[in-house]
């Protein structure tokens, strides 16, 4: 959604850090895009949003094998019944992977993760030492496949601060570009890897294929030093960078109302 449009609707005053505030934003990434890799959680309520207003035409494929998912209803997970009726295809996991996600069939990943780092590596193992954790997560799932296949990655994470944006990660599950290129130069995977990064004090993104994330947006009432003071390592600013706009009454209500009536992502 265009900074006119929403400037042509009234505005919500949820806070930066909800829900609501998080999918709406992440929802306007879509606009133009095609093919979009969802999970569940926030990229479900962000993908249903984007249908609805700004990307009616967005084709959501799951990591489950749906292709062309038009569910009519909530997904409480990425084998949930509601997605695959009235579904383009349902695909095994050779051909999902093989066929779309490696044939750069998919313009957007939306993946979740505990820690980002500089570079958008991501950790989704591990919190602490391999040996000894303070908290043992789910694990890769598909995300080291999309990271390097899909045409752009997007992450929202529902914290800020150095444990989840830290200088050096815990485990790293899902490496970036960078890194692969820094294990080989001749190693350049096909995607872009994370391009952008929504969290609850801004909006952080990677312009540059093999560069680092930037300070692009801030958040309302937020400063840039104050995202500056909350991430794990000293972040460049970018030239331009603005405040986020705010999501849009009706944005809310279709969060609300509409999607996630009984409130599943919604907190």
């Not at 950790?123 to 908290?135: E, K, M, R, V």
């Not at 200088?167 to 130069?185: G, I, K």
């Amino acid at each position: 959604m265009t900074s006119q449009a929403l400037g042509a609707e009234a505005l919500s005053d949820v806070a930066p850090s909800s829900t609501e505030f998080l999918a709406a934003v992440a929802a306007r990434h879509l606009v133009g895009k095609q093919r979009v890799f969802a999970g569940v959680g926030l990229p479900t309520l962000a993908v249903d949003l984007a249908r609805r207003t700004t990307n009616p035409d967005v084709e959501l494929v799951y990591e489950s094998g749906i292709c062309g998912a038009q569910p009519e209803g909530l997904a409480e997970g990425i084998a949930d019944s509601v997605l695959v009726s009235g579904a383009a295809a349902v695909l095994g996991m050779p051909a999902l992977f093989g066929y779309v996600l490696q044939r750069g069939h998919v313009d957007v990943g939306f993946l979740g993760a505990a820690q980002v780092d500089r570079w958008g590596s991501l950790n989704t193992s591990l919190i602490g030492n391999w040996d000894t954790p303070t908290a043992r997560l789910p694990g890769a799932g598909g995300a080291a496949e999309i990271m390097p296949n899909a045409g752009e990655c997007v992450v929202v994470l529902r914290r800020h601060d150095p444990g989840a944006l830290p200088a050096e990660l815990d485990f790293c599950t899902s490496p970036s570009p960078v890194r692969a290129h820094a294990e080989d130069p001749r190693m350049v995977p096909p995607g872009h890897g994370v391009s952008t990064v929504i969290t609850p004090m801004a909006v952080l993104r990677r312009p540059d294929k093999l560069g680092e994330l930037v300070v692009s947006e801030v958040h309302p009432g937020l400063t840039v030093d104050d995202v500056r003071g909350a991430t794990g390592w000293d972040i460049p600013v970018a030239d331009d960078v603005r405040e986020t706009g705010r999501p849009t009454v009706e944005e809310v209500r279709l969060l609300r109302e509409e999607i996630d009536t009984v409130r599943l992502y919604l907190r």
